[in-house]
């Protein structure tokens, strides 16, 4: 069976700083890794994914993601974090053998001005 | 490119009533996902429809949900009747078959249960 961990409910950072929002996974199989944000009162929007090639993925709004098959991890970067990026932070695993996804339970970023 | 509908936003009902909600997909998405998301969760999977028939429903508690999407586009969940741990935000998604992992969601709908 799948499943994802994200360690820390929440993560404060301050604008200009460099954050990082950490994310393991266990899945059978090859991963199919996913970040999501979520603002107040919108539904999910897709940032980036790994499926395959390089380890470091760039998604949208200069976020950043890296891949490692030792760890089992899949951390989301961004070198200069903006009060606009505040917001509930999803990683999520495809579930094998289907197009669905599995979540973790979100980290909660706010970026202290 | 509009993106996926969902109605109500909010819904406010006792325990035993039912209550019904609407997702209308990105136009030529092939992929509709029902997804329920308790509060301090991540969401968690109830349906997914491939067109009009069903992929997974696994996680979809059947005696008292149902959903359908009898003409490959619309879909309704259905909950009758409800229960006060079916309070939670009700998200609709939808993908393409194109790039099936990148899903698309909708604003949700809140349901809260008294």
């Known amino acids: 069976a799948q499943s994802v961990a994200q360690p820390e409910d929440q993560v404060n950072v301050a604008e200009g700083n460099p954050l990082t929002v950490k994310c393991t996974y266990s899945?059978?199989?090859?991963?199919?890794l996913f970040w999501y944000v979520q603002y107040p009162n919108r539904g999910l929007q897709f940032l980036l994914k790994?499926?395959?090639?390089?380890?470091l993925v760039k998604g949208s709004y200069g976020f950043e993601a890296e891949f490692n098959k030792s760890q089992t991890s899949f951390h989301l970067k961004k070198p200069s974090a903006l009060v606009s990026d505040s917001a509930l932070y999803f990683c999520?695993?495809?579930?094998?053998?289907?197009?669905?996804?599995?979540f973790g339970t979100g980290t909660r970023l706010t970026v202290i001005p | 490119e509009a993106g996926v509908a969902q109605s109500p936003r909010y819904k406010i009902i006792e325990k035993r009533q039912s209550v019904a909600f609407w997702c209308n997909p990105i136009?030529?998405?092939?992929?509709l996902y029902w997804y329920q998301q308790i509060l301090g969760q991540g969401p968690k999977l109830l349906i997914q429809?491939?067109?009009?028939?069903?992929?997974?429903d696994s996680q979809l508690p059947k005696d008292r949900f149902s959903a359908e999407r009898l003409k490959g586009v619309d879909s309704t969940l259905k909950i009758q009747p409800a229960k006060l741990e079916d309070s939670a935000v009700y998200l609709c998604?939808?993908?393409?078959?194109?790039?099936?992992?990148?899903?698309?969601f909708g604003p949700g709908t809140r349901l809260t249960v008294t």
């Open positions: 899945v059978s199989g090859n991963p199919y």
């Open positions: 998604a939808s993908s393409s078959l194109r790039t099936a992992y990148e899903q698309y």
């Open positions: 790994y499926i395959t090639g390089d380890n």
């Open positions: 136009s030529g998405h092939a992929t």
């Open positions: 999520a695993v495809r579930v094998p053998r289907a197009n669905n996804l599995f």
């Open positions: 429809f491939q067109n009009n028939g069903v992929v997974d």
